[in-house]
């Protein structure tokens, strides 16, 4: 029977119950009720209500198991979505890991080998032809630039090697020199250290912030800054460009949120016309 119907009879079988009482029972209530009245009435009234709930917890009793167990699937699901996440973005960073290293190993090593055979049969030409060969020999050298800093991007050993405010200002410096936009870059000194993920997530998250800032806001400026705010490091990334709607997520957005999620920080992300802000409050380690 449909629970709905169950609750209606529960509740009219009370009801008929207690109308019976009423009428054929030693029970009468007069105009002005007397106290004696009262004094039946109301055990009456509490032997119905009580009544009434015992009957209807058995009923809803089927109903609470099935809302737990959907509430248990739904943590079990949200679990496993973000072990999934987690691993997703795990063979993400080692996959840059070794396409960084490959592209400094063999793309870097080759190239600067060029860029040495060159600079060798320069000197042994006439200073024509080894002025077309200076600026080829200019070419390999910006290519060489790029590749180092695409393996750089890909693979921060900056923050290994550095820590984090180096690493954030090696990427605002990188983010000056792509974007026609001035980079302001504010770390407060003395901030409480983060583990090695919660570090990566920062910086990620400042490489899309970045990014994003340079492709699609068309800002002027743009504000990078660090400080520590009660129990978390706060990165904000802050643009004055057009703005944009930060609830419709792309690639880019999610990744952050999900990083974010990881370590058990807070993401969000606040965008006017002209005042653009991705903040992450990452708490600091107890
Ligand atoms: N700072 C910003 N200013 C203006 N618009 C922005 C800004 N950041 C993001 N957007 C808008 O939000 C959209 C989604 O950003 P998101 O980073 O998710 O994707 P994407 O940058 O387009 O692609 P991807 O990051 O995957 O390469 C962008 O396409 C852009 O329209
Ligand atoms: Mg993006």
């Known amino acids: 029977m449909r629970l709905y119907w169950k609750v209606v009879l529960i509740n009219g079988a009370v009801l008929v119950a207690a109308t019976l009482v009423l009428v054929f029972g030693p029970v009468s209530v007069s105009r002005q009720p007397a106290a004696s009245e009262a004094a039946v009435l109301l055990p009456g009234l509490a032997v119905m209500?009580?009544?009434?709930a015992l009957l209807l917890r058995s009923s809803f009793r089927p109903v609470e198991k099935v809302v737990a167990e959907y509430d248990a699937m739904l943590e079990r699901l949200e679990d496993e979505r973000a072990a999934s996440n987690a691993k997703?973005?795990?063979?993400?960073?080692?996959?840059?890991?070794?396409?960084?290293?490959?592209?400094?190993?063999?793309?870097?090593?080759?190239?600067t080998v060029v860029l040495l055979g060159l600079k060798r049969?320069?000197?042994?030409?006439?200073?024509?032809?080894?002025e077309e060969l200076a600026t080829l020999r200019e070419s390999v050298r910006e290519g060489l630039d790029d590749v180092r800093r695409v393996a750089r991007q890909l693979r921060p050993g900056v923050l290994e090697d550095l820590g984090l405010a180096s690493a954030l200002a090696s990427l605002a410096s990188d983010f000056a020199a792509q974007s026609p936009a001035a980079v302001q870059r504010q770390v407060a000194p003395g901030l409480p250290p983060l583990s090695p993920e919660s570090e990566l997530v920062v910086y990620r998250v400042a490489q899309e912030a970045l990014t994003n800032a340079a492709r699609h806001s068309g800002a002027t400026s743009v504000v990078l800054c660090l400080s520590r705010v009660g129990g978390s490091v706060v990165l904000e990334v802050t643009d004055d460009g057009r703005g944009f709607d930060p609830t419709i997520?792309?690639?880019?957005?999610?990744?952050?949120?999900?990083?974010?999620?990881?370590?058990?920080?807070?993401?969000?992300?606040?965008?006017?016309?002209?005042?653009?802000?991705?903040?992450?409050?990452?708490?600091?380690?107890?």
């Open 49 to 52: 209500l009580l009544a009434n």
């Open 88 to 111: 997703a973005l795990a063979a993400q960073e080692q996959e840059r890991h070794r396409i960084a290293q490959e592209l400094h190993d063999e793309v870097g090593q080759q190239l």
């Open 121 to 130: 049969i320069e000197q042994q030409l006439p200073p024509d032809l080894g």
């Open 249 to 286: 997520a792309g690639a880019g957005l999610r990744g952050m949120q999900e990083r974010a999620r990881l370590v058990g920080a807070d993401l969000t992300i606040s965008s006017t016309r002209g005042a653009t802000v991705v903040r992450l409050a990452v708490p600091v380690a107890a």
